[in-house]
């Protein structure tokens, strides 16, 4: 499987905008883990920027996963890109 980077940025007021969604995004994010899927994934230490490592089939996988993101789709990611990875170390 191929491996893909993902950085993307919060919204304004992230911690207290993610409240009512945090708990099914880090259940989301555990399941991923598990099957292999996400091999990585949080902010940066201002809380402005995510970044992620999936393993996936395609990068349109990695696109489906990020989409269905309670995060994403209540507008706590604001956007998002994808990019193919070529791990050296």
């Known amino acids: 499987m191929a ?5 993307g940025s919060y919204c304004e007021n992230v911690l ?4 009512p969604f945090r708990e099914a995004h880090l259940a989301g ?4 883990k598990d099957a292999g899927l996400l ?3 949080g902010p940066t230490t201002d809380n402005a920027r995510v970044f992620g490592i999936y393993e ?3 990068e349109a ?3 489906q996963t990020v989409e269905g993101d309670p ?4 507008g706590i990611w604001t956007e998002y890109e ?8």
């Open 3 to 7: 491996k893909y980077v993902m950085w």
């Open 16 to 19: 207290e905008k993610r409240a």
């Open 29 to 32: 994010l555990q399941q991923q």
């Open 39 to 41: 091999v990585a994934l």
């Open 56 to 58: 996936a089939d395609s």
């Open 61 to 63: 996988v990695v696109r």
């Open 71 to 74: 995060y994403w789709q209540n």
């Open 82 to 89: 994808v990019y193919g990875w070529n791990q050296v170390f």
